[in-house]
């Protein structure tokens, strides 16, 4: 989630009135500032949450691990005051997702035990959390059950196709590795997939860099798929 509050929610011109004493209170939750390099674990999977933490600016990736070894890449977040633990500190459960610096930052470490004592003496201020989270996890949501319900040419043409005409808060990557991971699946079949869509006429990729030149055409093999 965002600090400031999601544009398109239910209380949105509620939320914005208040962002910035919503701001003001949480940043007197502050332990005090990680600065971390590219590569570091904000939140490692599996472990306990100790801080909740916001990125003001820079790239972070998030990804989960199976036992096997495979793991699934949600994608890159360029921060805009993001705050990550969230979800566990209203759960009191451990790390869901590693989240990793992609580039070197400055993280602020926030108190739970402070956020708890504020969001107690200011319930009103968990109308932030709670309108924040339900977006977040519609969106996730939708990735999750387009990843499970659909082949992985689909997948990426759609992910292409949308990516083409709005602008998406989670972002791809430029390895080819890890879009695979993105799209939970290996690179060998994700290349097969990209050339599947090439060979249709429906993008070009130079180097890792993927362009759309066929929309139309594009948007019908989504539909086609869908149907």
Not at 165 to 187: H, P, W, Y
Not at 196 to 201: A, Q, T
């Amino acid at each position: 989630m965002q600090i400031k509050p999601y544009s398109t929610g239910r209380f949105f011109a509620h939320l914005d009135a208040q962002s910035e004493d919503f701001s003001r209170a949480i940043f007197q939750c502050r332990k005090f500032t990680r600065h971390l390099r590219a590569g570091d674990d904000i939140l490692t999977q599996g472990q306990e949450l100790d801080y909740l933490h916001i990125v003001p600016t820079g790239r972070v990736s998030m990804n989960i691990s199976a036992v096997n070894g495979r793991r699934f890449q949600l994608g890159e977040v360029e921060c805009d005051y993001q705050v990550f633990g969230e979800m566990e500190y209203f759960t009191g459960t451990d790390c869901q997702w590693s989240v990793v610096a992609e580039q070197p930052l400055a993280v602020e470490a926030i108190c739970l035990q402070s956020l708890t004592e504020l969001l107690t003496r200011t319930p009103a201020f968990s109308l932030f959390f709670a309108s924040a989270l339900a977006v977040d996890y519609q969106d996730s949501l939708d990735i999750y059950t387009n990843r499970l319900l659909h082949p992985i040419t689909y997948n990426i043409a759609y992910d292409l196709l949308r990516r083409s005409k709005e602008k998406s808060m989670l972002g791809a990557f430029d390895k080819a590795g890890m879009e695979a991971e993105r799209f939970g699946t290996t690179s060998r079949v994700y290349r097969r997939a990209v050339k599947d869509l090439i060979d249709r006429g429906l993008i070009t990729k130079q180097g890792n860099e993927i362009t759309v030149v066929d929309r139309v055409g594009l948007k019908a093999f989504v539909e086609h798929c869908d149907n």
